[in-house]
């Protein structure tokens, strides 16, 4: 997306809200553009959502998948149940690398979100103010 050169609200790569008006009229023009500011981040944050359900139902159906693990077999058996073990291990670790950063643009995403809220409840304050 374009910045509008007439925009109020700027969102920079920091994730820092940057807001400027100079009246009342402005700053509710300012309070109608976080509001959308805000609902283009709830979209972004159901689609990482979205990519995580999907990372998680590939692993649960991979999990179903798989057969349990033998018993018996005596030493044999053992060192196999520690192969299968460790796979299991290593496949877990896996699906949290996968999530990781994912759960870590949802996380800045809220940061946004939160900054959004606070500015439009100052930004409502001020034109409260100087009405």
Do not use: C, W
């Not at 139902?57 to 044999?76: H, L």
């Not at 699906?95 to 809220?117: F, H, S």
């Amino acid at each position: 997306m374009l910045p509008d050169k007439s925009s109020f609200v700027t969102i920079d790569g920091d994730s820092q809200l940057h807001i400027s008006f100079q009246s009342s009229a402005e700053a509710k023009i300012a309070i109608k553009e976080l509001k959308l500011k805000k609902k283009e981040y709830a979209f972004v944050k159901r689609e990482i959502s979205q990519q995580q359900k999907i990372i998680r139902a590939e692993y649960t159906d991979k999990v179903r998948q798989r057969g349990s693990k033998i018993r018996g077999g005596g030493s044999i058996g053992r060192v196999v149940r520690t192969i299968q073990t460790i796979n299991r291990d290593g496949d877990r670790r896996a699906l949290a690398q996968q999530l990781t950063p994912l759960e870590q643009q949802k996380n800045a995403v809220d940061g946004i979100i939160n900054a959004i809220d606070q500015a439009i409840l100052q930004i409502e304050r001020y034109i409260i103010e100087n009405s």
